[in-house]
């Protein structure tokens, strides 16, 4: 634990890189980890404050105003304060009246000593004041919608204390057909109910499973309690409760009032005495649910074993990739954090029964790295939605009750198109090119019912759909939204065509290319190739602006994402899916890299366009609304920074590659992290752009983990930075190390075999050497790959090249922020 106000750095990684810890709860406000399970989600920030969703199996909340509208998670980047209450523990001194809480909200009082420190399975805090140490920690089971909190109260001084300890669990408003909150004794805690609303007939069936109680259980029976939230808070507010003020709490019910869950436990203790408390809160359809839960979890063992169970859980979720290189912070990042948020996304799909096509299968294209059984089914589950024109719906449904809701009634157009980059991915990870040959049933009705089909043909099915729903001029359209669902204007009236997306059609029909040639089928490879070679060629046409690619046609022939625009004027997504297409020639990169470096790098990382609208453009859509520099309207938006940043690795360009790649993440200096507010524990989906408009905004994080971010970076990481990629039946080594890094080492978990990589720059010579069990290789190939082999491998590497170093320090002197310098 580090002073809060010393000079001791703002963040610190563990020894071992498990655990990332913040000493302020001020520095960086909003800086927020979460923690998951197969039914929940709980997003917490430094100061205390919560958002958290389960699933029943629809996302729903279960304490602040459940029943608005829980589709996604809300905008964390805004302050919490006015709208997500959080898990507070309020400490008054018996003797002299003074209160803190903990864990800093709502009191605000700044403790002696802070810390949030989050680990992969718990978070926790641990503070320092007046002579008392609060503990507060949050642990999740693996299969139950409950959060456990443990809470331990340490007389730190030299004489006795009298302390009430106040947990104090908002639950907020729940419904306004009914509302309520008493306590129970029978159960042993405090139990709010309500009816979530509805009007239609329908619905009263529907909801009949929903649960509608949310419960705060003790391990330990309080002195006093209080369930409506206006008693406890009363005149005094949140910052100064009339319940803590008072000598003890009144044991108020809540009789349609917005309820609350506050305890009072009174303390004595003796110096160096502690006293440790439990609880469980959660969202529950009955008593009888409550009971088990209690009975399941509710004591030291039941914590102890959850905590267990939780550690087996994650540990599905370990990553093929351990690496030990020059930059801690970045090996603390690859060998955990990231891993744990692919997995995140590749085990609970978001926690959404819906997922967006193209996320589900760059999700599970993460998976892949992971877990790929998780991800063969999931590609086969997605065939099995297959429209019979070939195109796929714009959203997955993963269970029988689910429905296509928000985005997906809106028609996309991409998602074909991340069908053969995922299976490119997959095939070279796992080498399963049985999986073509898998039989897919399609479940749509009609006509298909009970239709068989290979993957592959299944696939060449949505190959050809992509090649057709091109114009007169070969560009595909883009009708209500392409990769970047806001961009829903440019193409409603069915003419309007996206260059990003014919780029993406031609780079998918490439991929797909190659693994029809791979499947022997040369007719249709070849095809193929064709196919995308004349895409490339229409988009150089009519798209290719003198120094970079545009963005798009409208229905009314205006070309955008030009110099000629003053806003929207260039846009990251063509340049990247040109250098990945192949349809930029050797010249137009020269210009295109210039181009975003010059107009689109930031510190923080590229933005996806700029300069950000600053008012609605009719033709191009509700992108333009957004607030400039938010969103995809011209953010740093990851997912884009990470497509560019794979496209610069497979042209050769690793250090200008590193560097954007190293810029996604936060610190280590403390400056950058104040600016963006965002720990080091996952990849936000943006941080703030619009850098030559609102630069002392730029680099500020959305706090939003959702993101197909994650699985690129990973596999950037893997396949690229590392050069660890399978092909064949092999695996090929081709590193991309930044020029300035002398020597890592890598252990890579591939298809049953290990691979501990050891790699050094050479001083003279300038061609890869690898050497496999002391002896060099021919390739740079291991092929076949033994299962069950430890490899050992020693990688030498040429000399750092200094003309692309010098590169990289140019770039960053360009790219300086005026208002931080
Ligand atoms: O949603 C993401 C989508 O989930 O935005 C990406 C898109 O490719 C992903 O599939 C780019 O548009 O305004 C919107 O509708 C946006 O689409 C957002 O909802 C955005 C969220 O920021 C996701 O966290």
């Not at 990688?795 to 770039?811: K, N, T």
């Amino acid at each position: 634990m580090k002073n809060a106000t010393g000079n001791s750095p703002l963040v610190t990684n563990s020894e071992d890189g498990a655990r990332c810890e913040l000493t302020s709860p001020t520095a960086m406000p909003t800086a927020s980890a979460f923690l998951w399970n197969r039914r929940m989600l709980v997003q917490v920030n430094c100061r205390g404050f919560v958002v958290a969703r389960h699933m029943q199996p629809e996302p729903a909340a279960y304490a602040h105003a459940p029943n608005l509208e829980a589709k996604t998670f809300m905008q964390p980047e805004q302050p919490f304060y006015a709208h997500h209450p959080g898990r507070f523990l309020y400490v008054k001194d018996e003797d002299s009246g003074a209160l803190f809480s903990a864990p800093y909200e709502p009191v605000r009082t700044s403790a002696d000593q802070f810390c949030f420190s989050v680990g992969s399975g718990d978070i926790n805090w641990r503070l320092h004041h007046a002579g008392v140490d609060v503990t507060m920690t949050l642990r999740l089971p693996v299969d139950d919608a409950v959060e456990l909190w443990e809470c331990t109260l340490r007389n730190d001084g030299p004489r006795p204390r009298r302390i009430s300890a106040y947990p104090y669990f908002p639950v907020g408003y729940m419904s306004w057909m009914n509302q309520s909150g008493e306590y129970r004794a029978d159960l042993g805690g405090i139990v709010c109910s309500s009816i979530t609303p509805y009007q239609k007939v329908d619905d009263y069936f529907k909801n009949q499973h929903l649960k509608d109680k949310t419960f705060l259980l003790h391990e330990t029976a309080p002195d006093a309690w209080e369930a409506a939230q206006s008693v406890f808070e009363g005149e005094g507010g949140l910052h100064n409760p009339d319940g803590v003020r008072q000598p003890l709490l009144g044991g108020g019910d809540a009789r349609y009032q917005v309820p609350t869950a506050a305890l009072q436990y009174q303390l004595q203790l003796a110096p160096g005495e502690e006293r440790t408390l439990r609880f469980l809160f959660g969202p529950a359809r009955d008593d009888e649910e409550i009971f088990a839960l209690r009975e399941r979890y509710l004591s030291a063992t039941g914590f102890a074993a959850a905590a267990r169970e939780y550690q087996e859980y994650l540990a599905q979720g370990r990553g093929c990739l351990q690496i030990e290189t020059p930059d801690r912070e970045l090996d603390a990042f690859a060998n955990h954090w990231l891993p744990r948020q692919v997995f995140y996304h590749g085990d609970v799909n978001r926690l959404t029964t819906d997922p967006q096509t193209r996320n589900y299968l760059q999700d599970q294209l993460g998976m892949a790295y992971i877990r790929p059984q998780t991800a063969r089914s999931a590609l086969l589950r997605t065939l099995s939605q297959q429209k019979p024109d070939g195109s796929l719906p714009d959203g997955i449904l993963l269970s029988p009750d689910a429905e296509l809701k928000y985005i997906n009634q809106v028609p996309h157009t991409d998602h074909c198109v991340w069908l053969s980059i995922f299976l490119h991915g997959y095939l070279a990870e796992t080498g399963d090119y049985t999986l073509l040959d898998e039989r897919v049933i399609t479940e749509s009705a009609g006509e298909m019912e009970g239709d068989e089909r290979s993957v592959f043909h299944c696939v060449s099915c949505a190959m050809d759909w992509l090649a057709a729903a091109r114009d007169e001029r070969g560009l595909s359209y883009i009708g209500q939204g392409d990769w970047c669902d806001p961009m829903n204007m440019v193409g409603y009236r069915g003419r309007g065509v996206s260059g990003w997306l014919s780029l993406a059609t031609a780079y998918a029909l490439k991929l797909w290319a190659e693994i029809c040639r791979q499947q022997n089928q040369l007719g249709p490879a070849e095809k193929y190739v064709r196919l995308a070679a004349e895409i490339n060629s229409a988009v150089n046409r009519h798209l290719w602006d003198g120094d970079w690619f545009a963005r798009g046609i409208t229905d009314d022939g205006t070309v955008f994402g030009v110099r000629d625009d003053h806003e929207g004027r260039i846009f990251l997504n063509p340049q990247s899916w040109a250098l990945l297409s192949g349809a930029a020639d050797d010249n137009q990169k020269t210009h295109l890299l210039r181009a975003v470096k010059q107009q689109l790098e930031t510190p923080f990382g590229p933005m996806m366009l700029a300069p950000a609208y600053t008012g609605m453009r009719e033709d191009v859509g509700r992108v333009t609304q957004k607030f400039p520099g938010s969103a995809e309207n011209g953010s740093v938006y990851n997912h884009a920074a990470a497509f560019y940043i794979y496209s610069l690795f497979t042209i050769g360009e690793s250090d200008r590659a590193w560097r954007l790649l190293r810029q996604m993440l936060p610190g280590p200096d403390r400056e950058d992290l104040v600016q963006r507010g965002q720990l080091p524990v996952f990849i936000p989906n943006y941080y703030r752009g619009a850098w030559h408009q609102y630069p002392a905004h730029a680099g500020r994080s959305s706090q939003l983990l959702h993101t197909g971010t994650a699985a690129w970076i990973y596999r950037c990481l893997i396949e690229e930075l590392f050069g660890l990629k399978g092909e064949g039946e092999g695996l090929r080594i081709s590193p991309q190390l930044p020029s300035h890094w002398p020597q890592a080492r890598v252990q890579r978990r591939f298809r049953s075999a290990v691979f501990d990589v050891q790699f050094e720059r050479r001083v003279h010579g300038d061609e890869l050497q690898v050497y496999a069990d002391g002896e060099q290789l021919a390739e740079p190939l291991i092929s076949p790959v033994e299962a069950g082999r430890v490899y050992h491998l020693r990688v030498l590497l040429p000399p750092g090249d200094i003309s692309q170093l010098a590169e990289s320090l140019e770039d960053a002197n360009t790219t300086q922020n005026p208002h931080l310098a």
